[in-house]
């Protein structure tokens, strides 16, 4: 009887600290539930209501190139020991361009110097083969004097008779061939003089090739090692010109505005538009989600850009596109004149064009704009009761998308502008469930 | 003589049996209904998928409903997402602690003062007065609501856990009981008091109030049993979803949480197993004190 009253006692008293100890518990779960809810609830950006004018840049790249152009040649067959440029390379005047093998170039003077000498001698023969058939016996008679025992001595009677016989027919074709012989020899030996007057001057400058005007290399067809030829070494643009845009558009990638073009993540959409070589760029769909490009752009001759060049650096404003002509394989060549002080050089630039829409007074960031099967929404932030109290709950409300561009959408829907709409979240979220608010979109 | 012995074994016999087979009966009563608090138990260690199958009939109101006595893949998933994803379970339990707590402490306040007060005095007035609580006792809540709600609205507490708190307060249950408590304790024993000192709040907090606490727990104890699973009263008072109790949260958790109804159910049970555990002596004692006739 005494141990039942001591068991009742112990779990009279273990009852009440139990309850004690299963509410400490229940605190402790708490306090951590709500550090785990402050991780695993989505994290939102939201933004507000924006009214304003859809802006929309298209923008042809290309570069922009002076309008004339230089070849430099140089003596064929030199081997080229160093080439100090490449293409696009901008060089100002006196600048080393290339080096020649000094040794080589030893070599080609010295071979064009036996060459020269080489046509003195056959220019000297051939005269002299002139003068004898021009008149034979003096010239026997000169041969006999020199005592040349080799030539055959003709007696007057039989110089007679070989006059008689060949002299009309002979003398006067073999004399006329000697002499254009000659003149061929005299002028390919002056042309031998002038290339060895060219060589003397490469020598004299160490093989050192020079920019002779402030210009960019538009081709470079040497390398080091290799030998020259008769093409052009260098074509150098003349920065003493002026200045153009050239670009392209079109090509692989681009379709034509007829198609669709859903889904093509900053492509440009193309077609042609009727007389005068313009062209209609549409505005792209975005890369997440797909809409449909609604902004057409004609680009034709004296519209005007903004030309960019290299960073940012070199802005021109009002650039007017001179001329559209067609290329290859689809493309389209976009030509643009340079005002002559604006630019100074040459580089890859982007030709941007700007357009605006009219204002509209529901705008959000594009990516707050979703898509579903049945059309567009928004999620938007609403304090709702909850049973943690008041707060924010993410909705869904349908949107009507007019147009968008990059970074904006204008829509039509039931959002005021005091809701809050979410542009960005770390998770997945989904309707009637609880969000954070950590940031305003800007 | 022979007769006599075989007749008194078989009474002996008889007895037996029908003692053997009363306590089978009541073993039998007992687990069937514990069978509610199994298929609790089982069900907070299913997954949700497997009770959507096993209960598809109660759910959807179609389909079949089998009883759920084993799962096929144990699981503690409940316990993790409802302890440590819900932090709304957490609201909802300590509203209900919070509610229980205040209407109990309130009722002591109240209640053991105005029973020592009824037990005390004799006159006819008393009587009547306390007839008339009784009458009161008896009416069920849904009689009094009404009165209750335009109360409430006037004196401006709706919608705020004062409203379910102050009604409780003056419940007439726990007066009643501990009114018995006080009465069970012998008038000789007030008298040999009364020759100690004069004061009657000395007499009732030195006498009355430890002599009476088996009725004072029981009293306690069934109030914490009573409103910690309260409906009605939150659910009339309350429109505040952060102001509910659980027993006002769990029906509401979706189809596609069912192993939360099952998991928060175990866990809000706990508490009351617990003092029960701990206090069943002093509630069938506080119970017992009301057969004393006055």
């Known amino acids: 009887m005494r141990r039942k009253e001591e068991i009742r006692r112990i779990a009279c008293k273990w009852g009440s600290h139990a309850v004690v100890i299963f509410l400490s518990v229940m605190a402790v779960l708490t306090l951590l539930s709500r550090v785990v809810d402050s991780y695993v609830i989505p994290q939102a950006t939201v933004c507000t209501l924006e009214e304003m004018r859809l802006s929309y840049e298209w923008k042809v790249e290309g570069r922009v190139r002076t309008k004339g152009r230089r070849a430099l040649y140089c003596q064929e067959n030199l081997r080229i020991e160093n080439v100090w440029v490449q293409e696009n390379d901008i060089v100002q005047k006196g600048d080393l361009l290339f080096t020649l093998d000094r040794k080589d170039l030893q070599t080609k003077i010295a071979r064009m110097e036996e060459e020269i000498h080489k046509y003195d001698l056959q220019i000297a023969d051939m005269e002299h083969a002139s003068q004898m058939q021009a008149d034979p016996q003096s010239f026997h008679a000169d041969q006999a004097a020199e005592g040349d025992s080799n030539i055959p001595i003709v007696t007057p009677d039989q110089a007679n008779v070989a006059k008689e016989e060949n002299f009309d027919m002979i003398s006067s074709s073999v004399g006329a061939e000697n002499s254009n012989a000659a003149d061929i020899q005299r002028l390919e030996k002056k042309q031998a003089q002038e290339s060895l007057q060219q060589l003397y001057l490469l020598r004299e400058a160490k093989g050192q090739v020079c920019a002779q005007f402030a210009g960019g290399i538009f081709t470079c067809a040497i390398s080091t090692g290799s030998l020259t030829s008769a093409e052009p070494v260098l074509i150098v643009e003349d920065f003493r010109q002026p200045f153009q845009f050239e670009g392209i558009v079109g090509g692989n990638g681009y379709s034509y505005a007829g198609a669709d073009v859903a889904g093509e993540e900053d492509s440009l959409a193309m077609n042609e538009s009727g007389a005068g070589g313009s062209l209609s760029l549409a505005g792209a769909g975005s890369p997440n989600l797909n809409m449909r490009g609604n902004q057409d752009f004609l680009v034709e001759e004296g519209l005007e850009g903004t030309l960019e060049m290299g960073d940012g650096d070199v802005v021109v404003e009002g650039v007017k596109i001179s001329k559209v002509a067609e290329g290859e394989e689809g493309t389209y060549r976009v030509t643009a004149e340079l005002a002559d002080d604006s630019i100074s050089r040459t580089g890859n630039a982007v030709l941007r064009f700007t357009k605006e829409s009219r204002r509209y007074r529901k705008c959000v960031p594009r990516f707050a704009v979703h898509e579903e099967r049945s059309g567009y929404y928004v999620m938007v932030v609403k304090e709702e009761k909850t049973v943690l109290g008041i707060k924010p709950v993410a909705q869904y409300v349908p949107v009507t998308l007019i147009e968008h561009n990059d970074e904006y959408a204008a829509v039509e829907g039931n959002i005021s502008e005091d809701d809050k709409i979410i542009v960005d979240t770390n998770k997945e979220i989904k309707e009637g469930k609880r969000v954070r608010i950590v940031e305003e979109w800007s | ?294």
């Open chain 2, 1 to 294: 003589m022979n007769d006599f012995i075989i007749k008194r074994k078989a009474a002996i016999f008889s007895r037996f049996i029908a003692k053997k087979a009363a306590i089978l009966f009541i073993s039998l009563v007992c687990v069937f209904s514990c069978i509610p608090v199994l298929i609790l138990a089982v069900g907070s260690v299913t997954g949700n998928y497997e009770l959507s199958v096993y209960l598809e009939g109660v759910l959807r109101g179609q389909g079949k409903t089998y009883l759920l006595l084993l799962p096929a893949f144990p699981t503690f998933q409940g316990f993790i997402e409802t302890l440590f994803y819900e932090p709304e379970f957490y609201v909802v339990f300590w509203n209900s602690v919070k509610l229980t707590a205040f209407i109990v402490a309130g009722q002591m306040f109240v209640a053991v003062p105005a029973a020592w007060g009824f037990s005390r005095c004799h006159g006819r007035l008393a009587s009547l007065l306390f007839y008339v609580y009784t009458i009161l006792m008896l009416l069920p809540f849904q009689v009094t609501m009404l009165s209750n709600y335009l109360v409430i609205d006037a004196i401006g507490i709706k919608d705020t856990h004062a409203a379910v708190i102050l009604p409780a307060v003056f419940s007439t249950f726990p007066v009643f009981l501990i009114y018995r408590s006080f009465l069970g304790v012998p008038e000789e024993v007030y008298e040999a008091f009364s020759l100690e000192s004069s004061s009657r709040l000395r007499m009732f907090y030195h006498v009355g109030v430890p002599l009476a606490m088996p009725g004072i727990k029981a009293a306690a104890l069934l109030g914490v049993i009573e409103y910690w699973n309260m409906v009605e009263q939150p659910l009339l008072f309350l429109k505040t979803l952060a102001l509910w109790p659980f027993s006002l949260y769990i029906p509401g958790i979706s189809y596609d949480n069912i192993s939360y109804i099952f998991v928060c159910s175990l866990i809000v049970m706990l508490p009351m197993v617990l003092l029960i555990f701990g206090g069943k002596e002093a509630v069938s004692e506080g119970i017992g004190a009301m057969a004393v006739k006055k």
